[in-house]
């Protein structure tokens, strides 16, 4: 089959048109030394995502860009489900061995509600799906992946903020799909040192680019609070009144606390999880038994559920009004990161504050009332 050359480096971003791997998918183009391969299969992303990527990668070229700094700009989309192992064996056949330089895997079921209902669907999907690529990737010489973690993992941590050392626990299916794959990740690394890997634990993403061409864009009536702030404010969802999941937390006001990150220092944290498994990188210790590494991506302050509704009603203008209700299962109290590895070891920051994140979201909303519209 004829293989793509490129003299850029082949990134494949699996769930690439998705809310993060759409930011991923910029910021990699940014640097004008990638080349995004994205595979999608939609089930939660719109393939205009990606459209929208590559026309403002395209509008923040210099006017001296070179031909190769234009074709950093393209995507090469495959739709493609990673549960079918021959659609992403064509994928990784159509560049070739060795063709694909690394990997970064963001696809995955994340509703933790859901997982408990489905868990089957999550083991296939999440786990089961990631298991394929990764021996895919082993069979065309591929052995950089950088894998999309979350803070799911720790459960109810034992103390706040958490680092990285914290035990994992999870208590939902989807939580314990992102720790095996961590572990499934990790023991692939200690089998056989060509491999370079880094998991990136979530904590909760929010906003949008400001230029508001690219966000959130979930299906149907949103689980997060964020996007469903955003929905009630611009008419999307009728409801009136927003249902906060109890307020009896061990919390300063009682309800719970997130870690909220601005999704492009998130997706600058993929960035420099990727370079860390380049040739040059000094995050390996050369003499190590293996190239793994788990960073929480967050920053470090905790902001609660009334406080997050105070800055959206400032972001939006919009009078949000709330009732408190009972816990949702499978909250926890607090989620706040200890960034602190993840900043000195890949020189990771998350700088932009939760006004900038609000803001940002709000121009994406207002510009995008329905997303990116049908799918
Ligand atoms: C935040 C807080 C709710 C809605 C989610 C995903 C998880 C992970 C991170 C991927 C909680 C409260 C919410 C509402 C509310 N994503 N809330 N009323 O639960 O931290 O985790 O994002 O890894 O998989 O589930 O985020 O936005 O759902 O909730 O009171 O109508 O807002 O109880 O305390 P969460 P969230």
């Not at 004008?32 to 403002?56: F, G, M, T």
């Not at 079918?84 to 995955?108: K, L, M, N, S, T």
Request: charged share 20%.
């Amino acid at each position: 089959m004829a293989t793509h050359t490129s003299p850029l480096k082949n990134v494949l971003v699996t769930g690439g048109a998705g809310y993060i791997g759409s930011h991923v998918v910029y910021v990699l183009q940014k640097t004008r030394q990638y080349k995004v391969i994205s595979i999608d299969n939609n089930h939660n992303s719109n393939p205009a995502a990606l459209d929208r990527v590559s026309q403002l990668s395209k509008s923040e070229l210099p006017a001296d860009a070179t031909e190769i700094d234009i074709q950093s700009t393209e995507i090469d989309s495959y739709k493609c489900d990673l549960t079918q192992p021959d659609q992403v064996r064509a994928v990784f056949e159509a560049y070739g061995r060795g063709g694909i330089w690394g990997v970064v895997h963001i696809a995955a079921y994340k509703a933790v509600g859901e997982s408990s209902e489905i868990p089957l669907t999550y083991y296939a999907n999440n786990v089961a799906a990631s298991v394929s690529l990764l021996q895919i990737m082993a069979e065309y010489d591929c052995h950089r992946i950088v894998y999309s973690s979350s803070a799911t993992v720790y459960g109810t941590p034992p103390i706040i903020p958490i680092s990285e050392t914290t035990r994992l626990h999870a208590y939902s299916p989807y939580g314990r799909t992102k720790i095996m794959v961590e572990n499934i990740i990790e023991d692939l690394c200690h089998s056989d040192r060509k491999w370079r890997a880094v998991s990136l634990r979530y904590f909760n993403p929010a906003g949008a680019h400001p230029s508001g061409l690219i966000g959130e864009d979930p299906r149907g009536r949103p689980g997060n609070l964020l996007p469903l702030l955003a929905h009630m404010a611009v008419g999307r969802v009728k409801d009136a009144t927003l249902k906060v999941f109890a307020n009896d937390y061990p919390t300063p006001d009682g309800t719970c606390v997130r870690d909220y990150l601005h999704v492009l220092d998130l997706a600058s944290g993929h960035l420099l999880a990727l370079n860390a498994l380049g040739p040059d990188s000094n995050v390996f210790d050369p003499e190590a038994t293996d190239f793994y590494k788990a960073y929480n991506l967050g920053k470090g302050k905790g902001m609660s559920v009334l406080q997050i509704v105070e800055a959206m009603r400032k972001a939006t203008g919009f009078d949000y009004k709330y009732e408190i209700v009972g816990r949702r299962r499978g909250d926890v109290p607090d989620l706040t990161a200890d960034p602190s590895l993840a900043q000195k070891e890949l020189g990771f920051t998350a700088p932009q504050d939760l006004e900038t994140m609000c803001r940002d979201l709000w121009h994406w909303q207002t510009k995008n009332p329905f997303g990116y519209g049908e799918y």
